[in-house]
């Protein structure tokens, strides 16, 4: 089965051209010119990426991008916008978009990219046998069939981490993830659980890294 690439831009001629590229590389491509449509389009149909410019009329970039990640969407989003500032790209990231990409772009750059991240979403599965396994209703995670033995709370970071490969969280939504009962803990804290489980894990695969830092976002899970 092609890969699904969802558009989602105003400006339908550079959509047009969009469909165009990423249809000769194979992907089963669809369009939408508005915000607000895109929820309801992905949960009725589905897609593996979406290419979400930032400003659409009836809902901006980032509200959808805050919305489909709220909805336990595990959609590869990119970000596609004019605006360049840095704020802007951090913010995207930080609501859960997988890369940003600033126009005026080439069509063949964009297809580099949808391939890149959904090559690393794939990428970032951890293997079924030999690999990663989390037993959620025993709090154990083992690693080539070896108990980490991680507290609780390494569990559930480890476990929010692991559920989007290749997505980067900041530390402000591990927190918000880890602790649901609301409790006020330093944002470092979360620093101390990913150096304890990056040990636990080098105990057992020491050449093995998949806890990764994004310098000055935060964290993300990627098996490589």
Known sequence: MNERILIVEDEEKLAGLLRDYLAQEGFEVSMLHRGDQVEDWVRANGTDLVLLDLMLPGKNGLDVCKALRASASDVSIIMVTARVD????????????????????????????????????????????????????????????????????????????????????????????????????????????????????????????IVHSVYGVGYKYEWS
């Open 86 to 209: 840095e704020i802007d790209r951090l913010l995207g990231l930080e609501l859960g978009a997988d890369d940003y990409i600033c126009k005026p772009f080439s069509p063949r750059e964009v297809v580099a990219r949808v391939k890149a991240v959904l090559r690393r979403a794939k990428k970032g599965e951890a293997p079924a046998d030999g690999g990663l396994a989390l037993d959620e209703a025993g709090y154990r995670a083992t690693l080539a069939g070896r108990d980490l033995g991680l507290t609780a709370v390494e569990f559930e970071l480890l476990k929010v981490l692991v559920s989007q490969p290749g997505r980067i969280y900041t530390r402000e939504q591990l927190m918000d993830l880890m602790y649901r009962d609301q409790r006020v803990v330093s944002d470092r804290t979360v620093d101390s659980h990913v150096k304890k489980i990056r040990r636990k894990i080098a105990a057992v695969m020491p050449e093995r890294e």
